[in-house]
């Protein structure tokens, strides 16, 4: 399914409507959540959505399995906010390009998601992107394993999206599941193109 430029114009609308709320990873295991006061890092991720030779693609990453922290997990490009950045959508465009070689000129930001808050103590800023000119995808070494498309009209289905659980900390975690071929998504990245998936629905 390929997105048009009414689709583009929706998404863009859906993006700018003023809201209150953010997602989180406790939103399906409450009353767990982080003890008030935290202080949450901030950082910011890319949903890049380029055209292919099927239709609209969202393009994602697969951490190295040698990494420390989230080793093998699907994710969107981006990271956390360093002093250099001016902003999260700012470390978001930058990450992006270290970590899968998109260039921030091609790259029209329609708008920000909710931000999503991660049981690791940070506040994640989405940013979703239409990538405007073609770009040699480049995996960054050492870092990501894989760079590779889900359909647009996947993650924008609501029908799609599973709860899965696993134990984690002595407690049950539930989270969402998004499943492509061989690909897992779940945790923080399908909970917020999960988001997304509600927004253009209307939830």
Known sequence: MAVSEADFARLR?????????????????????????????????????????????IILTKRSS????????????GGKVDPGDADAMAAA???????IGLPPRGVEVLGALPPHETVTGFIMRPYVGRIREAFREVPEPGEVEEVFRIPFALAADPANYRI?????????RH?????????????????????????????
């Open 13 to 57: 609308e859906v993006l700018a409507t003023p809201r209150n709320t953010g997602t989180s990873d406790f939103d399906l295991n409450r009353p767990h959540a982080h003890p008030p006061g935290t202080k949450l890092r901030e950082a910011g991720v890319l949903v890049p959505v380029a055209e292919g030779p099927r239709g609209a693609e």
């Open 66 to 77: 040698a990494l420390k922290h989230h080793p093998g997990q699907v994710a969107f490009p």
């Open 93 to 99: 465009l930058r990450e992006a390009h270290e970590e």
């Open 164 to 172: 899965e659980y696993r134990h984690w900390r002595g407690r049950k």
């Open 175 to 203: 989270y969402f599941v998004l499943a492509w071929g061989p690909y897992y998504v779940w945790g923080a990245t399908a909970r917020i193109l999960r988001e997304m998936c509600a927004l253009l629905e209307g939830e």
